[in-house]
């Protein structure tokens, strides 16, 4: 928030009218380090997003809402004494580097696993070995219970997607991924029937060879994954989930085959 006071422009952490005051909670089923994390990030906001004038008041607010959401009071202090510390030192290295000779930063390697309560923790020996850190993730997200009131974007608009295409006339199908949207792959696929040259992809076979064709309008997103190479191994996942393969599709490589039948 942007506040006029005479002659000058002051600034302070602003919250919509809509704020509920719901952080992550003490008590819910992640690392200690995203619980840390959130206290870190909300005295962040209350210091670096105000004046002095506003930090007791903005500081009182933290703490109040915390205790709201369980977090236990020795927890809470402890952790905003170390985020204060933090940056200050954090200002005063700053003036420094200014003045000094740059110095190269090693990248860190990270591991990141799904967390598990007492099971995930056990990981961090092994990082420890290996010169990495650790990260966690959480196998539940908000986005899978709170539903957006924005209308929900078409399959055939989707990108970074894995898909399946049924044959209308047998069993087979096809798996694939795009980084595009659906509709321009599927669109790819239709017309590569039309092409001079014999140099066929293993869908345009199938339906040379069978006479067939496929459902085109009908075609089914299995996984959505930005990354591309995670895109990949869900797409032969999903391949290898199929237990009778056409034979041409092995010939074609088995690092992207995707015509196969249904069991």
């Known amino acids: 928030t942007i506040i006029k006071n005479n002659n000058t422009l002051e600034y302070d952490w602003y919250h919509k009218p809509t704020f509920s005051e719901r952080y992550l909670n003490f008590l819910s089923q992640h690392p200690i380090s995203q619980k840390r994390g959130t206290i870190i990030g909300m ?85 420890k070995n290996l010169n990495m850190s650790m990260a966690f993730f959480s196998l539940n997200k908000l986005n899978s219970f709170i539903k957006t009131h924005k209308d929900p974007l078409p399959n055939i608009s ?37 092409k001079s040259n014999n140099n066929y992809s293993v869908i345009t076979k199938h339906r040379l060879e ?26 032969m996942l999903h391949i290898k989930l199929q237990k009778k393969w056409l034979k041409s599709t092995i010939r074609h490589r088995i690092s992207t085959s995707r015509v196969h039948f249904n069991s």
Not at 76 to 94: A, G, H, M, P, V
Not at 160 to 179: H, L, P
Not at 215 to 226: A, K
Request: with cysteine; proline share 3%; charged share 30%.
């Open 43 to 127: 005295v962040d906001r209350a210091f670096l997003l105000s004046v002095p004038k506003y930090h007791k008041k903005n500081l009182i607010f933290v703490v109040e809402t915390l205790l709201n959401n369980d977090y236990p009071v020795d927890f809470i202090f402890n952790t905003i004494n170390e985020r204060l510390k933090s940056l200050i030192y954090n200002k005063t290295s700053k003036q420094k580097v200014m003045t000094e000779t740059p110095v190269e930063v090693v990248k860190k390697s990270w591991f990141l696993v799904p967390f598990v309560s007492k099971i995930s923790e056990k990981f961090k020996d092994i990082t």
């Open 158 to 194: 989707k990108k970074n997607v894995v898909y399946k295409i049924n044959c209308n006339d047998c069993d087979a199908s096809y798996v694939g991924q795009t980084k595009r949207k659906l509709k321009t792959r599927i669109t790819e696929h239709r017309n590569d029937i039309r």
């Open 210 to 235: 069978h006479g067939h064709d496929f459902d085109w309008e009908n075609t089914e997103i299995v996984d959505s994954e930005r990354f591309l190479h995670r895109r990949r191994i869900s797409e």
